[in-house]
């Protein structure tokens, strides 16, 4: 029963390097977030997916892409990595329907830091 | 732009005394409406969820919320707060009904509980 995973845990990147974040979900659910979470910002939403092979824009989405080939993975990436984009990741899945809601269960968290 | 607000960014509380916490979003369709609770190193908890019917809605660990549509408001309150409640709040707006799949989260209330 694993859940939403997020790998990896931790990471140290040089400004100009590029990373991917991998989540992951074995809750057959439609939607997944992708959020960043600095101090005193709260959750911003970088981008979003409704479903396979959907992605959108969230509220900070400049300086990330997304990839949703599978429903069950939804990936971050960081083509050019930024000192501003030093932050904890939290990845998050959910599902929405006509008669059943669920809340958003979330991964652990990645820490990145770029120097 | 749509926003949610949270207007204690820090509350510090004895143990027993009564604790709300205000969130307030700017949205003038269907909401559902969430608070999640960060405990120290750990990933986001939901703590309670309003989708429809009965406003005031209970949720887990004594905590309540009620919303309160012509305010805009869903603020959380419990009568009587425990060292253990000291965490991160965050208010989440998930913006329209059905599948839209948006979610918004306010800038977080940091509660300290002194024992």
């Known amino acids: 029963n694993a859940g939403v995973t997020q790998t990896p845990k931790f990471r140290v990147l040089k400004t100009g390097q590029s990373m991917t974040l991998l989540c992951a979900q074995d809750?057959?659910?439609?939607?997944m977030y992708w959020y960043r979470q600095d101090p005193g910002m709260g959750l911003r939403l970088i981008h979003y997916s409704v479903g396979e092979g959907t992605t959108a824009k969230g509220e900070v989405p400049d300086g990330y892409n997304v990839s949703r080939l599978k429903k069950q993975n939804f990936l971050l990436g960081l083509e050019s990595a930024a000192p501003s984009q030093t932050s904890v990741y939290f990845c998050a899945s959910s599902y929405w329907g006509s008669s059943y809601n669920s809340p958003l269960h979330f991964g652990n968290g990645t820490r990145l830091t770029v120097t | 732009a749509q926003s949610v607000s949270q207007h204690n960014h820090h509350v510090i509380l004895s143990e027993a005394a009564s604790l709300e916490l205000g969130c307030n979003y700017s949205?003038?369709?269907?909401?559902?409406l969430f608070w999640y609770v960060q405990y120290p190193g750990q990933h986001l908890q939901l703590l309670l969820k309003y989708f429809s019917g009965d406003p005031l809605v209970k949720g887990i660990k004594g905590f309540e919320a009620e919303f309160i549509k012509s305010k805009f408001s869903f603020n959380l309150r419990k009568p009587s707060v425990q060292w253990s409640d000291t965490a991160e709040y965050f208010c989440a707006v998930k913006l329209g009904s059905g599948n839209t799949g948006k979610l918004i989260f306010g800038q977080g209330t940091t509660l300290q509980v002194k024992p």
């Open positions: 949205y003038g369709g269907t909401v559902n």
């Open positions: 809750m057959n659910h439609e939607y």
